[in-house]
């Protein structure tokens, strides 16, 4: 079959309507019905990635949000974060031990390559029943294995929702077939080939289910090439999936609210931007009750 050399109809410009379905909290909220996001790190030299990442999800509003690292990783966490609460995983709990109650889970950011980390992700994806991201060094593990591999068949074979976030190098290791210049029908056939999500990111951003549902952006400044901004995204897309949006929703809305970030930033443009623009978009978003009180006329 020839790919189509058009968006399918059922594509959308990933726009401002991708707000309206943004869960804002209210008077019976509390930290742990916000959304519970747990990311787990890498070793204790790699805690960067994962910590952008639980920041930018922690910022879009999940409530609660967790980073999980072997000891020497959660201590290195522990001397830099302050609102994200840190796990250390012991040498006898397994990663499913700590996920208990959590609503969404990023893993992959700065993870690591080694066979531990292969069984982690094996793990949560045959045994997490809530939703996952999977971004970095687990979609690098995804790829090694191929769709026949361990991996790829426990995503095939996931009931729950999964949303894989390659960038070009990463959506080309996972699927070695796709043809560079057709990046929408390569988008759709790996989707349905994984049978999951997935967000083909770059200058333009490709959001595709397995069932053919498209949303397409291409409105982001090219200063957000630079390193750390996919793992804001990742973030991003698992703090709305712990708010309990739908999985393409939380897609689309993670990449729409990171791309408007990333224009505010603009020029000189670092990852941990995106996440200090959060506030002032979400403010012009939010219901009138729940917007920033503007200072007195008369305040200094
Ligand atoms: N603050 C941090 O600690 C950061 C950690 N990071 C982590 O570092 C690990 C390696 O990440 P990489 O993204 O380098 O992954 P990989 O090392 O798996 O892939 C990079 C390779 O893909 C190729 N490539 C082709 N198109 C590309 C594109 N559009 N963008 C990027 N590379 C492209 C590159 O030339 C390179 O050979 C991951 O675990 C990642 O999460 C990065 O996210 C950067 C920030
Ligand atoms: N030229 C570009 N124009 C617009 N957006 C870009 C461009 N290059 C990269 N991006 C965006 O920046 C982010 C980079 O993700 P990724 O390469 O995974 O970063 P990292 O792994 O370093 O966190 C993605 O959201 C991608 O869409």
New binding site residues.
């Given amino acids: 079959m020839r790919p189509p050399k058009q968006a399918p109809k059922t594509s959308q410009h990933i726009g401002i309507e991708w707000a309206t379905h943004m869960v804002w909290p209210d008077d019976a909220s509390h930290k742990h019905n916000r959304g519970r996001l747990a990311v787990v790190s890498?070793g204790p030299l790699?805690t960067?990635?994962a910590r952008?990442c639980a920041a930018a999800g922690q910022r879009i509003g999940a409530g609660w949000v967790s980073l999980i690292g072997e000891p020497a990783a959660a201590l290195m966490m522990a001397h830099h974060e302050t609102e994200r609460l840190i796990l250390a995983r012991m040498p006898d709990h397994t990663l499913l031990d700590l996920l208990y109650g959590f609503d969404a889970l990023v893993i992959?950011?700065?993870?690591g390559l080694s066979p531990q980390c292969h069984k982690d992700v094996v793990s949560v994806l045959t045994g997490f029943d809530r939703p996952i991201v999977l971004?970095?060094?687990a979609l690098?593990l995804v790829a090694q294995d191929g769709v026949s591999g361990e991996l790829g068949q426990a995503l095939c074979a996931r009931q729950a929702p999964v949303i894989l976030t390659p960038?070009?190098?990463?959506f080309?290791r996972l699927f070695p077939q796709a043809n560079p210049s057709v990046k929408l029908a390569a988008t759709l056939e790996c989707a349905k080939l994984y049978r999951t999500l997935l967000v083909n990111k770059?200058h333009q951003t490709i959001v595709a289910t397995p069932q053919g549902r498209i949303g397409l952006s291409q409105s982001t400044t090219p200063f957000c090439a630079s390193?750390?901004t996919?793992?804001v995204l990742a973030g991003m897309i698992g703090g709305l999936l712990a708010q309990g949006l739908e999985p393409f929703d939380a897609a689309c809305g993670g990449v729409w609210l990171h791309s408007q970030a990333a224009n505010r930033a603009g020029p000189g443009l670092i990852?941990s931007d995106l996440i200090a623009h959060l506030p002032d978009l979400l403010n012009e978003l939010a219901p009138s009750p729940l917007k920033r009180a503007n200072p007195p006329a008369d305040h200094p």
Avoid: F, K, M
């Fill in positions: 890498g790699q960067g990635a952008l992959g950011p700065g993870l971004d970095g060094d690098a960038h070009q190098g990463e080309e770059g390193a750390g996919g793992d990852a």
